[in-house]
C-alpha cells in the first residue's frame, strides 16, 4: 500500500524503513554549541598548530561535513537553493549513498539500461541488491534508452532505484527530458530515478535539474571530473528533494571532501574558472564535429556512433589491429569489448587538437594486421 503523498514531498517510504530515524554520525563540527561565539576549540582533538607542510594551516580542522561555501556555489550553478545538494566525493559517492539509503540489503533491486558505466552495477552489488539491465534500443546511429522497458522492469523487480546516464557513457546519447519526467511520475510510488549527467556540460538538450521541483522523486548527478578538468580532485554532487537530501547526508561518511579539494573546486566554480571551462568545453564541442566527420570517413571504423559526450563510440572492423597500431603510436583508447553486444567496440575520448591530430595521423598509416607484428 502506498501512503497518500502531496504533489512536492518526497515519499519517504522509499528510503530504507531501518534508516528512516537514522541519525548518522555526529561529528565534533556539527555538534558544536552555538550562542555564545567559540574562540577556542578543544573538542575534536585537532592538532593546536599548523603543519609545517600546511603554511597556512587551512587543512589543521576537520572540514565542515558540507562546506556551505561550496553548496551554495553548486546551488547557483543550478539556480537551486542549497538544501537540494549533496557535495561528495565523485558522483561515485552519490550513486553509493543512493543505493545503499533507498535499497535494503539483499532486498531491493536497482535497474539500469546496458551498455552503461559500471558503477551503478558496483555499487549495486557490494550492497548485495540485483541490477536489472534493460538493454538500449541500437540503431546503428545512436542508442535510445527504453524508457517503457525500464518502468516495466521496475514494477516487475520492485526496484527502488534507476540509474539513466545522460548523456550515456559509453552510448553517448541523451534521454529526453519529458522520458525522463514521465518514468519518474510513474514510478514515483516506487523507485527514486536518478539521471547522471556527468558529459551534461556537452550535451544540446537542457539539464532535468529543471524538472526536480515538479518531481520530487528525481535526482540528477553532477560532476567535476569531466568538463571541469577536475577528475583527480574527487568532487561530484546529487542534486534531490530536501527530504532525500537530509537522508543521503546522514548516510554518507562524516567528512567526506578534504579541505584542500574544497578549496580547489571552489576555484573552479568562481567566475574565471566557470568562464574558462565554458571555452574549453566550446573547444571540445568544434573538435567533436571535426573529429566525428573524419572518424566516419576512415578505413576500418564501421560505426560511429552521434555523442553528445567528450567521446565517441566506434565499431571497428579489426579492433584487435587499431589498437594494436594506436598502441604503437603511444595512444590509449578504452577497449569496451568486454560489454556484451560490443565485441567490436573502442570508446576514444576527445582530447585536445594536437592529440586529435596524432591519433588520425597514427589511424590513417596503412592498416598492419597483427600477424605480420606479433606483439
Ligand atoms: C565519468 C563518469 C562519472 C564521474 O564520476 P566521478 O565519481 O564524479 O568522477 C559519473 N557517471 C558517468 C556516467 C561517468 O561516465
Known amino acids: 500500500?502506498?501512503?497518500p503523498q502531496d504533489d512536492v514531498g518526497f515519499p519517504l517510504h522509499l528510503v530504507r524503513e531501518d534508516l528512516r530515524d537514522f541519525a548518522g554520525y555526529s561529528s565534533a563540527r556539527t555538534s558544536a554549541?552555538?550562542?555564545i561565539p567559540s574562540r577556542i576549540w578543544l573538542n575534536a582533538n585537532e592538532s593546536g598548530v599548523a603543519s609545517s607542510a600546511d603554511a597556512d594551516g587551512s587543512a589543521r580542522r576537520y572540514?565542515?561535513?558540507q562546506p556551505a561555501a561550496l553548496v551554495e556555489a553548486f546551488a547557483d550553478l543550478w539556480a537551486t537553493t542549497p538544501d537540494r545538494v549533496v557535495v561528495g566525493r565523485g558522483s561515485d559517492e552519490a550513486i553509493e549513498l543512493l543505493v545503499r539509503s533507498?535499497?535494503?540489503p539483499g532486498g531491493d533491486a536497482v535497474v539500469v539500461t546496458s551498455p552503461t558505466f559500471g558503477m551503478y552495477a558496483v555499487s549495486a552489488r557490494l550492497h548485495g541488491v540485483p541490477v536489472i539491465e534493460v538493454p538500449q534500443v541500437d540503431d546503428e546511429l545512436r542508442w535510445r534508452v527504453d524508457t517503457a522497458g525500464v518502468a516495466a522492469a521496475a514494477r516487475e523487480s520492485g526496484a527502488r532505484v534507476v540509474f539513466l546516464a545522460s548523456p550515456g557513457n559509453p552510448t553517448g546519447s541523451v534521454v529526453p527530458l519529458r522520458e525522463v519526467a514521465a518514468l519518474a511520475d510513474e514510478l514515483a510510488d516506487q523507485a527514486v530515478v536518478v539521471v547522471d549527467e556527468a558529459y551534461g556540460e556537452f550535451a544540446a538538450q537542457r539539464?532535468?535539474?529543471?524538472l526536480l521541483e515538479e518531481h520530487p522523486t528525481l535526482v540528477v548527478l553532477r560532476t567535476l571530473s569531466k568538463a571541469h578538468a577536475l577528475a583527480g580532485a574527487r568532487v561530484g554532487i546529487a542534486l534531490a528533494h530536501p527530504d532525500l537530501v537530509s537522508v543521503l547526508r546522514r548516510v554518507q561518511a562524516p567528512y567526506?571532501?578534504?579541505?584542500p579539494v574544497t578549496e580547489l573546486a571552489l576555484r573552479a566554480l568562481g567566475e574565471s574558472g566557470l568562464e574558462a571551462t565554458g571555452s574549453h568545453v566550446g573547444d571540445v564541442l568544434r573538435l567533436r564535429d571535426q573529429v566525428g566527420r573524419w572518424l566516419r570517413d576512415l578505413d576500418g571504423i564501421r560505426t560511429v556512433y552521434a555523442s553528445e559526450a567528450n567521446f565517441f563510440l566506434v565499431r571497428c572492423d579489426d579492433p584487435d589491429a587499431l589498437l594494436h597500431t594506436l598502441g604503437a603510436a603511444g595512444i590509449v583508447v578504452r577497449d569496451m569489448r568486454h560489454l556484451p553486444r560490443l565485441q567490436d567496440a573502442l570508446r576514444i575520448t576527445?582530447?585536445?587538437g594536437p592529440e586529435m591530430e596524432a591519433l588520425r595521423a597514427?589511424?590513417?598509416t596503412p592498416p598492419t594486421t597483427t600477424e605480420e607484428n606479433p606483439a
Not at 539539464?207 to 529543471?210: E, G, P, Q, W
Not at 567526506?256 to 579541505?259: A, Q, W
Open 350 to 352: 576527445i582530447g585536445t
Open 362 to 364: 597514427a589511424l590513417s
Open 63 to 65: 572540514p565542515d561535513p
Open 256 to 259: 567526506p571532501l578534504p579541505t
Open 102 to 104: 533507498l535499497c535494503r
Open 33 to 35: 554549541p552555538t550562542g
Open 1 to 3: 500500500m502506498t501512503p
Open 207 to 210: 539539464s532535468a535539474v529543471t
